[in-house]
């Protein structure tokens, strides 16, 4: 089992604002980063550092914490953006990367 | 452009040892300011991390996999390897290699490879 847990499926209309959340003690002291997966392909890291950007990923993937949750929020969800999406963060010792379970983004 | 391409058998037999290499381009595997990852994917399921080895040799493995993980680093290559002992069919995944970015407070990989499939199977 994970010591991220995220919720297995979300679902957003077109254009609107989804959030993903990552929820694991270790997040009270380390930061997590998101990745997107489509079918067929490697995961692609969109926010890195709790808050940190890539070059070339859209500013609207924005990353927050807040306690023991991390969020990942799309603000103006387009239909390229239905994929998986996989928080990691470091255990509660440090010591060791985990990821979460992912979540499946439907875009409606 | 900083690139990855895992290589290795794509069947291995139960019992026996799954041995890959990830070949880095673009970069310097020697670089004093990353690690270099595996992590893998069963059909189907989420992302889990495996292990990880800096340019000298210095690893840190996944606790549920530790015993059965061995990591090199090839610098005179730009390689760095897995290998898995005793494997079984929930090994079955696809294996991707990438590079660790680490702040005091978190760790991120990217780029990945693109990834490839070990089976196992007699």
């Known amino acids: 089992s994970s010591e991220l847990t995220q919720d297995p499926a979300v679902s957003v209309a077109l254009g609107q604002t989804a959030t993903i959340t990552c929820q694991g003690d270790s997040l009270r002291k380390y930061y997590a980063s998101w990745y997107q997966q489509k079918p067929g392909q490697a995961p692609l890291l969109v926010i890195y550092?709790?808050?940190n950007r890539p070059s070339g990923i859209p500013d609207r993937f924005s990353g927050s914490s807040s306690g023991d949750t991390a969020s990942l929020t799309i603000t103006g969800a387009q239909a390229e953006d239905e994929a998986a999406y996989y928080c990691n963060s470091r255990d509660s010792s440090g010591n060791h990367v985990v990821f979460g379970g992912g979540t499946r983004l439907t875009v409606l | 452009q900083l690139q990855l391409q895992e290589s290795g058998p794509g069947l291995v037999k139960p019992s026996e040892t799954l041995s890959l290499i990830c070949t880095v381009s673009g970069d310097s595997i020697s670089s004093p300011h990353h690690y270099w990852g595996w992590i893998r994917q069963a059909p189907g399921k989420g992302l889990e991390w495996m292990g990880a080895i800096f340019y000298t040799g210095s690893t840190y493995n996944s606790p549920s996999l530790k015993s059965r993980v061995t990591m090199l680093v090839d610098t005179s290559k730009n390689q760095f390897s897995l290998r898995l002992n005793s494997v079984t069919a929930a090994d079955t995944a696809v294996y991707y290699c990438?590079?660790?970015?680490?702040?005091?407070?978190?760790?991120?990989?990217?780029?990945w490879g693109q990834g490839t499939l070990v089976t196992v199977s007699s």
């Open positions: 550092d709790k808050l």
């Open positions: 990438a590079r660790l970015g680490r702040s005091g407070s978190s760790d991120w990989f990217d780029p």
